[in-house]
């Protein structure tokens, strides 16, 4: 359930950074700024790897399921499952709402 749980919230916070009016100003901030900012939080596999890898260090479900003691190596896995989830669950969500 726990997996479930942090896979949803890091699609959730990445969907609303990286798609919602909210964070327009943000984007475009960076857009004038810092493109390398900007390309991170427009994308939606670069930027859930750090949605992860923040997330993890509030909770690691590879760290729980897989038993792993090293923070890196966990903060590592749980970025690399919201980034691939995330992409999964929004190239999903992009083939249906094309249908």
Known sequence: MELLLFILISYGVSNIVVHSTLFDGVRNFFHNHSITLHELITCMMCFPFWVGAVGSL????????????????????????????????????EYYERE
Request: glycine content about 8%.
């Open 58 to 93: 509030i909770y690691s479900p590879t760290g729980h399921i897989f038993e792993i003691d090293n923070v890196f190596l966990k903060v590592l896995l749980d970025g690399a499952l919201a980034s691939g989830s995330v992409w999964l669950l929004h190239t999903l969500q």
